[in-house]
């Protein structure tokens, strides 16, 4: 299994432009998550879903939009970039929510809007 | 507060042990974790403990939790240079599908 894979690796953007992360994982996991890591913080939950068809937003959703049309992709979609976009994303995967169901990372995606 | 706490950085010697403190927000969290961070790569589960329990071992890891002071300590013996990394401290979340993490502890293991 590869596990969750995550492109592109680094991406520039200019302010406005629009582009979308792209995950998928090959573990049958119900639960995917998108995560924003910004430097000396936590990591912050932008959108989750617990299943192919089903998104809900996180604690920071607002300029991001996400679909989950099957089961192994979930991509995040940027439509105006903004410079506060700076960050490093991670996507995870898990079989269920919470509890004792560990969530996988992808490698993550370093973005830099200028 | 609101937030998941660690002190950002912390350095020791090969062979000395670490210990990473943490103070998580929910009272009813029924999980608290230790996730593992190395440089360029995603978080991956170091370990976990139940929140019915105070002590956890895991080989050189040990977890403590203290849950009347909601404080969960990462105590790594022996401490070698793979284990330079960042700690994320992280608890469930009781009322819905979320996890809160703390910011991240950095370890730097001088040889």
């Known amino acids: 299994n590869a596990g969750v894979t995550q492109t592109p690796k680094f991406r520039i953007l200019k302010i406005g432009q629009s582009m979308t992360l792209q995950c998928t994982q090959d573990?049958?996991?119900?639960?995917m998550y998108w995560y924003r890591q910004d430097p000396g913080m936590g990591l912050k939950l932008i959108y989750y879903s617990v299943g192919a068809g089903i998104t809900d937003k996180g604690e920071v959703p607002n300029g991001y939009n996400v679909s989950r049309s099957t089961t192994e992709d979930f991509p995040l979609r940027l439509e105006l970039a903004a410079p506060s976009q700076t960050s490093v994303y991670f996507c995870a995967s898990s079989y269920s929510s919470g509890s004792i169901d560990e969530q996988f990372f992808g490698p993550g995606t370093r973005l830099t809007v200028l | 507060g609101e937030d998941v706490e660690q002190s950002l950085f912390l350095s020791v010697r090969e062979g000395d042990s670490s210990v990473i403190n943490c103070t998580y927000t929910?009272?009813?969290?029924?999980?608290l974790y230790w996730y593992k961070q190395e440089p360029g790569a995603g978080l991956q589960l170091l370990t976990y403990?139940?929140?019915?329990?105070d002590m956890k071992q895991d080989q050189r890891l040990t977890v403590l939790l203290n849950k009347k002071d909601k404080h969960l300590s990462l105590r790594i013996a022996d401490t070698q240079t793979g284990d330079s990394a960042i700690y994320f401290c992280a608890e469930s979340i009781s009322d819905n599908n979320d996890m809160r993490f703390g910011a991240g502890t950095r370890l730097t293991v001088k040889p």
């Open positions: 573990m049958n996991h119900n639960y």
């Open positions: 929910d009272s009813s969290s029924t999980y």
């Open positions: 403990i139940f929140s019915n329990m």
